[in-house]
């Protein structure tokens, strides 16, 4: 089945202490991308990236890093979350730019 | 700077009532429209993309069109089920990655 997996889908953590949130695609997608959603907003961008070793900042990148090291992987960094980094994360791949967006179910994150 | 707004914020219709939900967008060079159904818990869901004024595409109970500045999702006679978040959103010529959406109307279909 075509999809996108995030991992994990919830999680509760403090202040300071460092976390990534995996994204997977199995579909031979190019293009990734993570957006967060907060409450009564629609998707922001935080990184994208179009291809292998190719990645670029979205509309909120501050706080956060990404790699991509395998065309299927898109890993979300949080080196020292803080508070207002709680939120909900979703990853998307689609097959090249321009193209419409697979998204993951999403990852909850609180940051206490 | 790229906006997208999206009218109105939530939407309450009566099964059987047809209405339209608004995207109006300001960008330079606009590449792609698209339009998302996201459920509660969910990960958005891909409806349509419109990529020049004057193009409009169907499923369904839906239809959306596009114009030079805004683009329009019709539901004709909707159902309960079409129940759900709509999003909206742009990539645009001059950045070829980025994507910016909109907020988003929420549409509840009362049986």
């Known amino acids: 089945e075509a999809q996108v997996t995030q991992n994990p889908r919830y999680l509760i953590t403090v202040t300071g202490k460092k976390l990534t949130v995996t994204c997977s695609q199995n579909m031979n997608h190019e293009y990734m991308s993570w957006y967060r959603q907060d409450p009564g907003l629609g998707l922001r961008q935080i990184y994208y990236?179009?291809?292998?070793?190719?990645?670029d900042k979205g509309d909120v990148p501050e706080g956060y890093k990404v790699s991509r090291k395998e065309k299927r992987n898109f890993p979300l960094i949080l080196e020292s979350p803080s508070p207002n980094q709680t939120s909900l994360y979703f990853c998307?791949?689609?097959?090249?730019?321009?193209?419409?967006?697979?998204f993951g179910d999403g990852t909850r994150l609180s940051i206490l | 700077e790229d906006q997208v707004t999206q009218s109105p914020e939530a939407l309450r219709l009566q099964e059987g009532e047809s209405s339209s939900l608004n995207c109006s967008y300001t960008v330079s060079g606009l590449r792609g429209l698209f339009w998302y159904r996201q459920d509660p818990g969910k990960g958005p869901e891909f409806l349509f993309t419109l990529y020049s004024a004057g193009e409009e595409k169907e499923k369904e109970r839906l239809k959306a069109t596009l114009t030079k500045k805004e683009s329009f999702l019709h539901i004709t006679a909707p159902k309960p089920e079409d129940s759900a978040t709509y999003l909206c959103?742009?990539?645009?010529?001059?950045?070829?990655?980025?994507?910016?959406f909109g907020d988003g109307t929420t549409l509840t279909v009362k049986p």
């Open positions: 959103a742009v990539q645009v010529n001059t950045n070829a990655g980025k994507s910016t």
């Open positions: 990236s179009m291809n292998v070793e190719v990645t």
């Open positions: 998307a791949s689609s097959p090249v730019v321009h193209q419409p967006q697979h």
